[in-house]
Every structure is written in C-alpha cells, then in structure tokens.
C-alpha cells in the first residue's frame, strides 16, 4: 500500500467535501440537530393539559387537591363544572383531556381522553401525587376509581398512539421522496428541457407529475390503511373513507412540497441530502413518536408549521374518537394540509420559471 497515494486520495476528498457545503453541513451537522432535536422531543412531560376538578365534599379535603393540582406544570385546573356530564360533554368536544369527581363519600373518580397513551399517563400521576401529598399529613387513603374513558380504551395499547402518526410519516415520507427523485431523474437527463422547449409551461409540467403520482398515492395510502386495520387490528372509530381522503390530501402536500425541492436539486443524490434534514425533524415535531403538547413551549409553533402534525392529531381524532367533518380539529387538518399543497405549487412553479 502506497502511503502518499493513500494520503493524495484522503487530501482530495476531504477538499472536495469542503467545496460542497451542503455535503459538509450533512456529514458535520445533521447528526447534531438529530440528537438534539431527540433530546428536547421524546420524554419530556405533557404541558398545558386541560383538566376539570367537581368538588361535591363538604370537608374541604377537594379544596387541598385543587390546591395540590394548581402546582402542578401539566395541568391547568379548571372548576367551573359543575357536575361530572358536563366535564365528560367537555372531554367529548376535545376541551378538557381529563376530569377528577371529588365526592362527598366514596371513590374518587378519574375520566379520562384515553386517546393520547401520554397524556393520560400523566394526568393519572399528578392526580395521584396531588392526593398523596394532601393527606401526607392525615396519614390516609382515599381509592381512587378509573372510569370508563370517554375515548379509548381503560388499558390503552402504545401502538393505538403511536399507528395513526406513524402512518402519517408514512404517507408523507414516501410521497416526498417519490416526487423528488423522479423529478429530479428528469431535469438530470435533459428530458425536462426538452418539454419546456416544446412550449409547455411549469405548471404543466408540475400538475402533470401530480396526476401520474396520484395513481401510485392511492395505492401507498390505501395499503397503509389496510395493513394497520387487517394486519395490526388498529382501533379506526371514524370513518374510513375521511382516513383515505385525508391521507391522500397529506400524499399531495408532501409531493408538492418534493417539487419544490427537486426545483432546488441538482442532482438525485443533492435531493435525498435535502430530504434527510426534513425527514427528521418532521418525525420528532409532528407529535408521532411523543405528543406536541410536551414539546417546549418555544419550540411547539414550529411543530404546527408542519402540514403532518395536523394531520397526526386529525388521524387519531378520526380512529380513536371517532370524530368527523363536524370537529375543527378535523376541519383545520384538511384546510392547512390544501393550503400547504397550493402555497408548494406555487413556489415550485416559481422557481422553476425563473430557471426556465
């Protein structure tokens, strides 16, 4: 083995990694902003949770746990119900995530929106330590009675979390590298060119890509839908139909978005490194692995700038809530992900007119 050959091959690579700073922020700083991204993603405690205390005692003793509870960073108490269906109708609309019964005698009863594993994990232990530490000085017990949830399970499985986010990263992922890479295939080998010097518009050229791609999202969601109720038993409440439309309107978002960065692209390979730092961050910030709400707070805006952190929340609305066209959380998910579609086709265009 030649030394200096060794060495002349090594000096060469490393100055032509050095020319080319997408590379060189690829190699060097992705791995940073993944592992940083991971640590203030996953495992930090839910925030902001709304959560309803009924305090039927005459012993004063609710008041202590409301006291307790107002401590807590998760929570923020809400007293103003007065009887448990009103804080169950509230859970049903989405604007509490649990509600505590502190009664006169007997059982403490929890009701909880068991469609967030998370969440409800977390509204259990400060509800619990509350209790614990209001009769710290008692040396007491008060049982406390889990309720039927008002949505999921009493036992909820973590993979009825974590399927309709997963399969939203699915359904985008996919469809943004398909898009990127066989667009870019085009512009590489001359055929793009040849299409705009035959008088086609950009546009066109990007709503035709849209309209071949279209055939193949149909499939993609449709078999991801399938695999999740056929081969995992996922729990799918809501309509079915909703699920495939929306996914589908989430597919055509992503390759919009994938048109834009091929405009961007100079070759196949310069669209997987611009793809990779995408695909990362869409994957700890959109609430699929951990729920948005425990993000930091300075950080949650960015997570709902992204089109698939609407839908995730939209997809476990429809298969563990049941919800439907009816519920604004539904609504906002096919408005934001239309708009986000349209407002990438635009840039897309544009940018690819200023080449032209």
């Not at 469609?115 to 710290?136: F, G, K, P, W, Y």
Request: net charge negative; with cysteine.
């Amino acid at each position: 083995m030649n030394a200096g050959r060794v060495y002349a091959i090594a000096a060469r690579k490393f100055a032509s990694l050095r020319r080319d700073k997408r590379m060189f922020g690829f190699i060097v700083l992705m791995p940073a902003i993944q592992i940083l991204l991971f640590g203030i993603a996953i495992g930090q405690a839910p925030t902001g949770l709304d959560f309803a205390v009924i305090d039927e005692s005459n012993n004063g003793f609710g008041t202590l746990i409301i006291d307790e509870l107002h401590e807590s960073e998760s929570l923020v108490i809400h007293t103003d119900y007065a009887t448990v269906a009103e804080a169950r109708d509230a859970i049903a609309e989405g604007e509490l995530w649990g509600a505590l019964l502190v009664p006169e005698n007997g059982s403490f009863e929890l009701h909880l929106d068991n469609s967030n594993q998370q969440i409800s994990s977390t509204i259990i232990v400060e509800v619990r330590n509350a209790m614990s530490d209001a009769l710290s000085t008692g040396g007491g017990s008060v049982p406390l009675e889990l309720a039927e949830p008002v949505y999921g399970q009493k036992d909820p499985a973590f993979i009825d979390f974590l399927a309709p986010g997963i399969m939203t990263m699915v359904c985008f992922m996919f469809s943004l590298i398909l898009t990127t890479m066989a667009f870019v295939g085009e512009r590489y080998d001359g055929t793009l060119d040849r299409i705009f010097a035959a008088g086609t518009k950009p546009s066109e050229v990007l709503v035709g890509h849209l309209s071949a791609f279209t055939t193949i999202l149909v499939g993609q969601v449709a078999v991801v839908i399938l695999i999740a109720t056929l081969g995992f038993d996922i729990t799918i409440e809501g309509s079915v139909l909703l699920l495939f439309v929306l996914g589908m309107l989430l597919g055509w978002a992503a390759m919009c978005f994938g048109l834009f960065i091929s405009s961007k692209a100079k070759s196949e390979f310069q669209a997987m490194q611009i793809n990779m730092p995408i695909m990362f961050p869409v994957l700890l910030l959109s609430g699929i692995l951990w729920p948005v709400q425990a993000l930091p707070t300075w950080i949650q805006p960015l997570s709902w700038v992204l089109p698939t952190t609407w839908t995730a929340e939209a997809f476990r609305s429809i298969m563990l809530r049941g919800w439907g066209l009816e519920s604004t959380a539904v609504q906002i998910a096919f408005a934001y992900n239309l708009a986000f579609a349209l407002f990438a086709l635009f840039i897309a265009s544009r940018s690819l007119k200023v080449q032209e």
